[in-house]
């Protein structure tokens, strides 16, 4: 079962920029499609971006499309999240998870391996 901890939320303006990490433990990464999700109190997660194994097909929510990037390093067990332009409505826990197939990503807000991060913190302040 692979591990996953997330990095790199904190505090930023409207209009700035975050990069969120997510390392994975084991060796076994790249057999997994992952995916950023975000949830804040009160509200259901929220599917962000998912990217496939090999990292050469991506998707994204139309609330963070063409604002928001996914990508990753198999090399190095990570994926990542560029976030620019960023909106106070973003504010949320973000986490990673890993899935066993980018078809999953995109359709269940729980992945079937169970794999997820602790989340890391992002606030926008307007």
């Known amino acids: 079962q692979v591990q996953l901890v997330e990095a790199g939320g904190g505090l930023v303006q409207t209009g700035g920029s975050l990069r969120l990490s997510c390392a994975a433990s084991g060796r076994t990464f790249s057999t997994y499609a992952m995916g950023w999700f975000r949830q804040t109190a009160g509200k259901e997660r929220e599917f962000l971006a998912a990217?496939?194994?090999?990292?050469?097909?991506?998707y994204y929510a139309d609330s963070v499309k063409g604002r928001f990037t996914i990508s990753r390093d198999n090399a190095k067990n990570t994926v990542y999240l560029q976030m620019d332009s960023l909106k106070p409505e973003d504010t949320a826990v973000y986490y990673c998870?890993?899935?066993?197939?980018?078809?999953?990503?995109?359709?269940?807000?729980?992945?079937?391996?169970?794999?997820w991060g602790q989340g890391t913190q992002v606030t926008v302040s307007s």
């Open positions: 998870a890993a899935y066993y197939t980018l078809y999953d990503v995109v359709t269940l807000l729980a992945p079937p391996s169970n794999a």
């Open positions: 990217i496939s194994k090999s990292g050469g097909r991506t």
